[in-house]
């Protein structure tokens, strides 16, 4: 019998469809993607896909994250980082071994993906975090830089469709009107 909350979840049966964390010591389960979230996370992929080329690095939608500091699960909806980037057992990538990781707001996820991830991943050690939030009004891109305990110490916003600056090690503007569709 699992023991810990992180036990409990490995121990689980695979459940296609669904996505199973651990935010802030909470077991959440919750529907994959929307057809508009996939599209979102489809130009997140376009867009950052040449910037990762030229670093050698990898993007990757809806991966298995392990919080280093926790080693609790998440499922960033887009992640960027080195093809080399450290693994915790054979299907999570260590969330300070990545460079960028991104959560795409939906009704369902609202206080995880704009409250409650920016701070885990902050502790967990990832550089840049991404939130494009198309529940917002209006709808909002942003990037959360320079992490701590206590979170990310800086947020730059933009109104979707304006332009937003991803610094080094990124170091790419975003435009953003590539979500306008959504």
């Not at 260590?94 to 990781?101: C, Y």
């Not at 916003?157 to 435009?175: H, N, S």
């Given at each position: 019998?699992?023991?810990?909350?992180?036990?409990?979840?490995?121990?689980?049966?695979?459940?296609?469809?669904?996505?199973?964390?651990?935010?802030?010591?909470?077991?959440?389960?919750?529907?994959?993607?929307?057809?508009?979230?996939?599209?979102?996370?489809?130009?997140?992929?376009?867009?950052?896909?040449?910037?990762?080329?030229?670093?050698?690095?990898?993007?990757?939608?809806?991966?298995?994250?392990?919080?280093?500091?926790?080693?609790?699960?998440?499922?960033?909806?887009?992640?960027?980082?080195?093809?080399?980037?450290?693994?915790?057992?054979?299907?999570?990538?260590?969330?300070?071994?990545?460079?960028?990781?991104?959560?795409?707001?939906?009704?369902?996820?609202?206080?995880?993906?704009r409250e409650d991830k920016p701070g885990v991943y902050a502790?967990?050690?990832?550089?840049?975090?991404?939130?494009?939030?198309?529940?917002?009004?209006?709808?909002?891109?942003?990037?959360?830089?320079?992490?701590?305990?206590?979170?990310?110490?800086?947020?730059?916003?933009?109104?979707?469709?304006?332009?937003?600056?991803?610094?080094?090690?990124?170091?790419?503007?975003?435009?953003?009107?590539?979500?306008?569709?959504?």
């Amino acid at each position: 019998m699992p023991t810990t909350i992180r036990e409990f979840v490995d121990w689980l049966p695979e459940m296609p469809g669904f996505h199973i964390e651990i935010v802030n010591g909470r077991v959440i389960v919750s529907p994959r993607g929307n057809p508009r979230q996939s599209w979102i996370v489809g130009q997140l992929v376009r867009a950052f896909g040449p910037t990762a080329d030229e670093h050698g690095w990898r993007v990757w939608p809806e991966l298995d994250v392990c919080i280093a500091w926790t080693r609790e699960p998440l499922i960033p909806d887009f992640a960027m980082g080195p093809k080399d980037a450290p693994l915790w057992g054979d299907r999570e990538v260590l969330s300070d071994g990545l460079i960028l990781v991104a959560e795409v707001v939906s009704a369902n996820s609202v206080r995880e993906d704009r409250e409650d991830k920016p701070g885990v991943y902050a502790r967990g050690g990832v550089p840049l975090l991404l939130i494009v939030d198309p529940e917002a009004e209006p709808k909002t891109v942003s990037v959360h830089t320079d992490p701590s305990e206590d979170g990310y110490r800086t947020v730059t916003r933009v109104k979707m469709g304006e332009e937003l600056r991803i610094p080094a090690p990124v170091d790419f503007t975003l435009d953003t009107s590539v979500f306008l569709d959504a």
